[in-house]
């Protein structure tokens, strides 16, 4: 290791003079020792940029390509989810909808069916009054004929002697019997 790095900086200590050695004047050998290294660079290395760059560019190209793909791909599922989305925010408005309308119905039907009920218990109830005073004007007329029965026959009983009932029961037979002629 000793020797090349003592190569290296003996190259630096040679003579100027005719023979060859390395130039340390920076401003008098750069401009033409770049112009080689660029020469010679450009010569064979322009080959190789050139396929570099080239690869480079239809990596680069293929890559958009795709991606325009994608994005083309991407953009079509979109149009059809949302196409999607807007069918089913239909389908859900026709079904608030429908189901509204179906709430108010059945609300309508439920209303009108208690209104019924409503009725025919009001029906019931009227009914049942009329039939309960029926019931009890045919009570007190029973009564009241009862009573003026009963009393009648005080009146008569007490009146009544047994030569008076003997012609009342006589005068009756003989009005039943014109009555049988009369019929028959």
């Known amino acids: 290791m000793k020797n090349v790095t003592d190569s290296f900086l003996s ?14 004047d920076i401003l008098a050998t750069n401009p033409i020792n770049l112009s080689v290294v ?13 396929d570099l760059l080239d690869n480079r560019k239809q990596r680069i190209l293929k890559t958009i390509q795709n991606s325009e793909e994608l994005r ?9 989810a949302r196409a999607h989305l807007r069918k089913v925010e ?8 429908n ?14 069916s208690t209104y019924k009920t409503l009725e025919q218990l009001e029906n019931y109830k009227n009914e049942t009054i009329h039939f309960e005073q029926q ?17 009648a026959l005080g009146t008569l009983n007490s009146c009544l002697n047994t030569e008076l009932h003997l012609r ?3 005068t009756n037979i003989g009005m039943f019997g014109t009555m049988k002629e009369i019929k028959g």
């Open 72 to 80: 083309g791909g991407a953009v079509e599922r979109l149009e059809k």
């Open 168 to 170: 009342t029961i006589s």
């Open 135 to 151: 019931k009890a004007i045919n009570q007190v007329r029973q009564r009241v004929f009862q009573q003026a029965l009963q009393g």
């Open 11 to 24: 190259l630096g200590y040679w003579p100027f003079a005719g023979s060859f050695g390395f130039n340390t």
């Open 90 to 97: 239909m389908e859900a408005e026709q079904f608030r909808a």
């Open 38 to 50: 660029f020469g010679v660079l450009i010569f064979f290395g322009k080959g190789v940029l050139s």
């Open 99 to 112: 189901g509204y309308s179906e709430i108010e119905r059945e609300k309508w039907n439920l209303i009108n």
